[in-house]
């Protein structure tokens, strides 16, 4: 593991009312790209594979959280990899 190289953990403020006990369902959002799907993942963990241009982070959150999420995984294995600074 080499920090700031294999990953980097980002993300907005904010608090959970849910716990590791509580086995909160995971929908897979695909790219990011499908009304659908966001729709249908209100109370879940959103899961999203980066691809498709959705505004950044901000974009990402933003729907997240319009759509009722209870958290979001998104992997980001395309904008601006290598290029982490410090």
């Known amino acids: 593991f080499q920090h700031r190289i294999d990953y980097v953990i980002q993300g907005f403020s904010g608090r959970s009312e849910y716990t590791f006990q509580d086995d909160v369902q995971v ?4 790219n ?11 109370g879940t963990i959103g899961y999203v594979r980066s691809g498709a241009s959705l505004g950044g982070n ?3 959150f933003s729907l997240a959280a319009e759509n009722n ?3 979001l995984i998104f992997v980001n294995k395309d904008a601006n990899c290598g290029q982490i600074e410090a």
């Not at 929908?27 to 695909?30: F, R, V």
Request: charged share 15%.
């Open 58 to 60: 901000t974009g990402i």
């Open 27 to 30: 929908s897979d959002l695909g």
């Open 32 to 42: 990011g790209t499908d009304d659908a799907l966001w729709a249908s993942a209100g």
């Open 69 to 71: 999420l209870a958290g």
